[in-house]
């Protein structure tokens, strides 16, 4: 079972989730109020807002038997000029 879980920030969203037979992969894309969640190359895609506070704008990952390796890519903003 696959979760995404608002503890705060949801603004009365809490839970999302899907069941899985395996989990292969995921990619999380994530900026100031938007967050994409694409499992299994695209399988399964959560799609929502989210509206963080100052002290609370992290992601936590949690489950049980998790193996494998994480990248975190930090993208810049593109400034679009008229």
């Known amino acids: 079972l696959f979760t995404l879980s608002f503890t705060h920030g949801g603004y009365g969203r809490t839970n999302?989730?899907?069941s899985l037979d395996k989990l292969?992969?995921?990619r999380v894309l994530c900026d100031t109020?938007?967050?994409e969640i694409f499992i299994n190359n695209g399988e399964e895609v959560f799609t929502?807002?989210?509206y963080p506070t100052k002290?609370?704008?992290g992601i936590k990952l949690s489950g049980e038997?998790?193996?494998g390796s994480i990248c975190i890519y930090?993208?810049?903003a593109y400034k679009i000029e008229n």
């Open 33 to 35: 109020s938007s967050i």
């Open 74 to 76: 930090e993208m810049e």
């Open 48 to 50: 929502t807002r989210f």
């Open 16 to 18: 999302r989730s899907v």
């Open 24 to 26: 292969n992969n995921f």
């Open 55 to 57: 002290d609370n704008v």
């Open 65 to 67: 038997n998790l193996k």
